[in-house]
């Protein structure tokens, strides 16, 4: 197998603050490699940067770029008092959550700064105005219904023909999980444009046909 450069990494990724299994984070490397080909790659919800150095590794190989999108100040589930809170994350002064701080702390550490792009705002803002074909639209955003139709439906129209789109915490069975992923996967490959590729543990990945 050829060495790459999440070896290299001056930290063990499990160790990163974040929600991404092992096998979910080298699929959404393996895929970005390949996407990179086709344009640059652009995920919604960094958090604090673990998905993003998956990703980030794999454009900075393939000498591309990663839009990381993120507003930073939490979804639902990280807000004091919820399940997912972290108080390291918490801003006292401003009384928000704010994870750009760590997340730029791993971008630095990773030398990723010139092949990620952070965007710090909410993602369909930036999508309202978006114009650049991607090669790759990774999914994992605000989890509420109407937060994931609006991440599909403002970025589908911006993957490139055999680009991918790549969707976390799809669950099949309700006990295991919050519906809104596993439905807009649905909704993806409904709509025509995209075509089923492999589901890695909760990772949906689709193919821009
Ligand atoms: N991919 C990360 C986990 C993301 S958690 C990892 O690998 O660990 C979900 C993230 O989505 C949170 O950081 C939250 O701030 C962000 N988010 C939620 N709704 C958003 C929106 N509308 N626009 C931009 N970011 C959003
Ligand atoms: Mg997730």
Redesign the pocket.
């Known amino acids: 197998m050829p060495t790459n450069k999440l070896a290299e990494l001056p930290f063990n990724i499990k160790d990163?603050?974040?929600?991404?299994a092992e096998d979910e984070?080298r699929a959404l490397y393996d895929a970005a490699k390949k996407a990179s080909k086709i344009g640059p790659c652009l995920?919604?919800?960094?958090?604090?940067?673990?998905?993003?150095v998956y990703l980030g590794v794999a454009c900075k190989e393939e000498n591309n770029i990663l839009y990381a999108?993120?507003?930073?100040?939490?979804?639902e589930e990280?807000q004091p008092g919820e399940e997912y809170h972290d108080p390291d994350l918490y801003d006292e002064r401003t009384g928000l959550?704010d994870?750009f701080r760590e997340f730029r702390r791993v971008m630095r550490l990773a030398k990723l700064e010139k092949n990620v792009i952070p965007i710090v705002?909410?993602?369909?803002?930036?999508a309202s105005k978006w114009t650049t074909p991607l090669g790759m639209v990774?999914i994992?955003?605000?989890?509420s219904l109407s937060?994931a139709m609006?991440?599909f439906n403002s970025w589908k129209n911006y993957i490139a023909v055999g680009g991918i789109l790549a969707i976390?915490d799809i669950f099949p069975n309700p006990e295991d999980g919050g519906q809104a992923p596993f439905t807009i996967w649905k909704q993806a490959i409904k709509s025509g444009l995209f075509k089923k590729l492999s589901t890695i543990n909760s990772l949906g990945l689709l193919r821009r046909i």
């Open positions: 990163l603050k974040g929600f991404l984070g995920e919604i919800g960094s958090y604090c940067g673990k998905s993003t999108v993120d507003h930073h100040s939490g979804s990280h959550m994870s705002s909410d993602s369909s803002l930036v990774f994992d955003g605000g989890h937060s609006t991440d976390h």
